[in-house]
């Protein structure tokens, strides 16, 4: 099975523009769950969606939003970037829903804002 | 406050020694996990080990489970340069109210 996929890679963006990350979970996984990772805070839960509904969300500020589609897909977006926005945004997928098969990672989107 | 904290924060062996790291968590689990992250990469699962376990191995990797002390060891046997990396613990609780928390990891150097 192809594993968690997330495009793109790496993004550079100015202060008050927008961004949209995406992540392809493993095939027949429902959860997909964003984090962000830097190095001052660590990693850090954004959100977590199931069959196209938000289960969770940490606590990040109204700037973050996303959306998971019906053939699961996830698009992470950001908008009115600060500079403490840049950082690596992963993704995870999980099969059911209490994640008893485990969580697992994409690559990672290093967005880097200037 | 942090589920899972991974100890010690940083640890330095020789090629061939054995490294162990340990994971410390608060609440009940359904499981656990172990990544290991490269420098500015995704994490890549390791290891799960799950609450009715208490010990699981693949390949030079070896994870035990204390539910009792709710604590998780990693130990990495013959360790090797390409074992360079953080690696850190989650645990899993299950349901829908559940956020994934990460400590800051251990961060594993093996000098050749």
């Known amino acids: 099975k192809a594993g968690v996929t997330q495009t793109p890679r790496y993004l550079i963006k100015t202060r008050g523009q927008q961004v949209t990350l995406s992540c392809s979970p493993i095939s027949g996984h429902r959860s997909v769950s964003w984090y962000q990772q830097t190095p001052g805070q660590g990693l850090q839960f954004l959100f977590e969606y199931f069959s196209e509904t938000q289960r969770n969300k940490g606590n990040f500020p109204g700037r973050f939003s996303g959306r998971q589609f019906s053939n699961s897909r996830s698009e992470m977006n950001v908008s009115t970037l600060e500079l403490g926005d840049s950082a690596l945004y992963l993704c995870?997928?999980?099969?059911?829903?209490?994640?008893?098969?485990?969580?697992?990672f994409g690559p990672g989107t290093r967005l880097t804002v200037l | 406050s942090q589920q899972g904290e991974e100890d010690p924060q940083a640890l330095s062996i020789q090629e061939g020694e054995n490294a162990t790291m340990n994971c410390s968590y608060k609440?009940?689990?359904?499981?656990l996990q172990w990544y290991r992250q490269n420098s500015g990469r995704g994490l890549v699962h390791l290891i799960l080990i799950r609450s009715n376990e208490r010990e699981k191995h693949s390949g030079r990797l070896r994870v035990t489970l204390d539910t009792s002390k709710k604590s998780s060891s990693l130990l990495i046997t013959a360790s090797r340069a390409a074992d360079t990396a953080s690696y850190f613990c989650?645990?899993?609780?299950?349901?829908?109210?559940?956020?994934?928390?990460f400590g800051k990891g251990t961060l594993l150097t093996v000098n050749p």
């Open positions: 609440t009940s689990i359904n499981n």
């Open positions: 995870a997928s999980s099969y059911d829903p209490d994640r008893r098969l485990g969580i697992y």
């Open positions: 989650s645990t899993n609780s299950g349901g829908s109210n559940y956020k994934l928390t």
